[in-house]
């Protein structure tokens, strides 16, 4: 049977709310077996594993760069307190989402690049302190992004690191650098439009075991979920993303590559399990 991970959703955001248990319904129901929720800042620590929980799932724990402006340092302390203390808890599977976006002007400005840096700094250390994977924010900061990591590696593991490069967009170079770090690289709904030739370039050439699939769910809309600031003008509404859109991701990518559906179902999950080891005792 088909078995579809999505490595990168966020469950707990305020347009799930009135009804996140139909979607993760919506999801299984298209073969979406397993969704992985990663946290954006100290306050949704809870709400992603209790979400996690309840629906079988798994959960990362971590400080997004877009939420780092209203981020303490206190923050950084938290975070460390709550790795530690779900240490043992099996639905913990990464130090996540961190990373860097310098895409949004107020971040690229100083002093804010560099509070941003230090927060994803100081959250490798965390990762590696606790020998856990990071799933990585990347928004036009990947030389950046692999900087640091190089620098911090820890010496556990081939490349010295694991975990996924979420929502990668980036050139082929940059991406062979994530793999040979150890890192497999997120598509998601931004591969469905026929203008990202670089992307699905990547998604078609890119090695078979490089890839995860995702939906960042609500966000990154595939394009029939996606409706144009001048649609919405006319009174159509915006689509909502979902994890349950993913095997439809997913067929895309498969065509791109000329490969069954199947075969990218199959060596996507195993390289999700790969990025992810906790996945391999929660998903034997």
């Known amino acids: 049977m088909t078995f579809w991970i999505d490595t990168h959703c966020h469950l707990d955001a305020g347009e799930f709310l009135p009804d996140v248990a139909a979607v993760r319904a919506r999801a299984s129901a298209r073969q979406v077996g397993h969704c992985v929720l990663p946290a954006v800042a100290v306050s949704n620590f809870a709400a992603v594993r209790l979400l996690a929980h309840e629906f079988s799932d798994s959960y990362a724990l971590g400080i997004h760069p877009l939420c780092v402006p209203e981020a303490q340092d206190a923050d950084l302390q938290a975070l460390d307190a709550e790795l530690a203390l779900r240490k043992a808890d099996p639905r913990l599977v990464a130090v996540g989402e961190i990373g860097l976006d310098y895409f949004v002007p107020a971040l690229v400005q100083s002093p804010m690049r560099e509070r941003q840096e230090y927060f994803y700094r100081e959250q490798l250390k965390l990762a590696r302190k606790h020998g856990l994977p990071v799933i990585l924010h990347v928004r036009r900061s990947a030389d950046k992004l692999l900087k640091h990591l190089r620098e911090l590696a820890p010496q556990h593991a081939a490349g010295g690191w694991l975990g996924i490069a979420h929502a990668f967009n980036g050139s082929q170079q940059q991406a062979m650098e994530f793999v040979k770090l150890g890192f497999k690289l997120g598509f998601g709904g931004a591969v469905t439009f026929e203008p990202a030739r670089q992307l699905r370039r990547l998604a078609a050439q890119l090695p078979l075991q490089a890839l995860v699939m995702e939906t960042d769910s609500p966000d990154i809309p595939p394009h029939w979920v996606y409706t144009t600031a001048a649609q919405r003008a006319e009174g159509q ?22 490969i069954p559906v199947d075969t990218l179902a199959s060596a996507t999950t195993a390289n999700a399990r790969d990025a992810l080891p906790r996945l391999k005792v929660l998903l034997p």
Do not use: F, K, T, W
Request: net charge positive.
């Open 237 to 258: 509404a915006q689509g909502r993303n979902e994890p349950g859109e993913l095997p439809r991701i997913a067929q895309q990518v498969a065509s791109l590559r000329g």
